[in-house]
């Protein structure tokens, strides 16, 4: 699977849009992008994920960039809830491929 | 609806003691099931993964092992525990069929070793 780099760390103010950008150079073109959250002490929650269009969901909207070598998770107006360790995954599709996390980001929505 | 419990939440055990952490999944059939573990302040490292009954893939050379006896149980285990051990682990599964690729977790199980 392809490795993916993130920032360890961001900040947001309470009530504006996070952006959170994953590069992913290596990806293939049967690999989707994932994006999992994880609150402290909890397992993590997924998210949204996409394979070259634009996604969005009732949590996240998912912005790929033309090339798929690099994305971006837009949370469009973070709360405190949304502090969290933040996973970009890239993972082919087939049940043999496995989901490798790295450290992802952690945000930090401020009041 | 599905839904996967894993147990014990928390455990302390002195080095050199064995461990057994189990994981069960409720409400679906041949699932694929995976443990992680997450060490202090670092990301998920997948340490085992299973397609089926008795079927177990490691990914990580270390002195822990899993079983899968049963359809949508779960279960890692050593025989001697290492310091280097601790950490929160956490179990999972994703569909066999119909699999959108999301992957469910369980609560987690946090495992310190003295």
């Known amino acids: 699977d392809a490795k993916t780099t993130q920032p360890p760390s961001m900040d947001c103010a309470e009530g504006r849009a996070a952006n959170l950008p994953c590069n992913h150079s290596t990806i293939s073109g049967n690999e989707y992008v994932y994006w999992y959250r994880q609150i402290h002490s909890q397992g993590p929650q997924y998210i949204i994920h996409g394979l070259k269009n634009n996604e969005t969901n009732e949590m996240a909207s998912l912005i790929i960039t033309e090339d798929r070598k690099s994305s971006t998770l837009i949370l469009p107006h973070a709360t405190l809830r949304d502090t969290a360790v933040y996973y970009c995954?890239?993972?082919?599709?087939?049940?043999?491929?496995?989901?490798?996390f790295g450290t992802g980001t952690s945000l930090t929505v401020i009041p | 609806s599905q839904t996967i419990h894993q147990w014990p939440a928390t455990l302390v055990q002195p080095v050199g003691s064995p461990l057994s952490l189990e994981c069960t999944v409720e409400?679906?059939?041949?699932?694929?099931l995976y443990w992680y573990r997450q060490a202090a302040g670092r990301g998920l490292q997948l340490l085992f993964y299973s397609v089926g009954i008795g079927q177990i893939s490691s990914e990580v050379p270390q002195n822990l092992s899993a079983s899968r006896p049963q359809d949508r149980q779960f279960i890692l285990s050593s025989k001697k525990l290492l310091l280097s051990d601790s950490g929160f682990y956490l179990c999972?599964?994703?569909?066999?069929?119909?699999?959108?690729?999301?992957?469910?977790f369980g609560e987690g199980s946090r495992l310190t070793v003295l």
């Open positions: 409400g679906t059939s041949n699932p694929n």
């Open positions: 999972a599964w994703t569909p066999r069929i119909l699999n959108t690729g999301e992957l469910f």
């Open positions: 995954i890239v993972r082919g599709w087939r049940t043999g491929n496995q989901f490798y």
